[in-house]
């Protein structure tokens, strides 16, 4: 088992995500969940934005970078929606990363991708934040880039399905959201 670094979405580090990273532990991985704002995590998506907003994207890099310091190059780096998209930017910089799982989002940065790449992605379908037309383009930039890619689409919940304190959770789904997510990482 592996090392995997998970970033929270734009809510903050929510019991969800610790949450998430206690069962990766319990399947036998080392997880570091940053906080990327140093800051209370947020109850509303809105509130969220405005957490993001007040940190900076420049200070949540600079934090992710720092969480990543330390941690073998072969780190699986992972996160959820907007944790999605600091993982896919931290892949250029650690291009020995054992895979990218993506949850909720699609994470961008297809040209950092090495052939054979391990990439996982859990999206709703239908996701607000993701509409189809960009995940298509999405997938076929990140096949084009030799990524060994995997993408599941879950009807009906919300963005954010897999947490269990937001109106978006979808037990169902998100179970099995966390069936595939053990399955892809267990040879991490």
């Known amino acids: ?9 734009v809510y903050g580090l929510r019991p969800a995500v610790l949450a998430a990273a206690d069962r990766l532990r319990t399947a036998g991985h080392q997880v570091t969940t940053p906080d990327l704002y140093g800051l209370p995590a947020t109850d509303t998506v ?13 200070a949540v890099l600079d934090r ?17 929606s907007l944790g ?24 961008g940065a297809p040209d950092a991708v090495r052939p054979g790449l391990p990439v996982q992605l859990h999206l709703a379908d239908p996701d607000e934040y993701e509409p189809q037309h960009e995940v298509d383009e999405w997938q076929r930039a990140m096949t084009a880039a030799g990524a060994e890619l995997s993408v599941h689409r879950y009807p009906g919940p919300g963005h954010l399905y897999t947490d269990p304190d937001l109106p978006d959770h979808d037990p169902v789904a998100a179970e099995r959201t966390w069936e ?7 040879d991490r």
Not at 1 to 9: A, E, N, P, Q, T
Not at 46 to 52: C, H, I, S, T, V
Not at 64 to 80: C, I, N, Q, S, Y
Not at 95 to 106: I, K, Q, S, V
């Open 1 to 9: 088992m592996g090392h995997i670094l998970l970033f929270h979405s």
């Open 46 to 58: 809105e509130e969220g934005f405005a957490l993001l907003d007040k940190v900076g994207r420049d």
């Open 64 to 80: 992710a970078r720092a969480a990543a310091r330390d941690l073998p190059a072969e780190t699986v780096l992972a996160g959820f």
């Open 84 to 107: 999605a998209g600091v993982a896919g930017a931290l892949l250029a910089e650690r291009p020995a990363a054992a895979a990218l799982l993506l949850l909720h989002g699609t994470g």
């Open 180 to 186: 595939r997510v053990l399955a892809f990482l267990a």
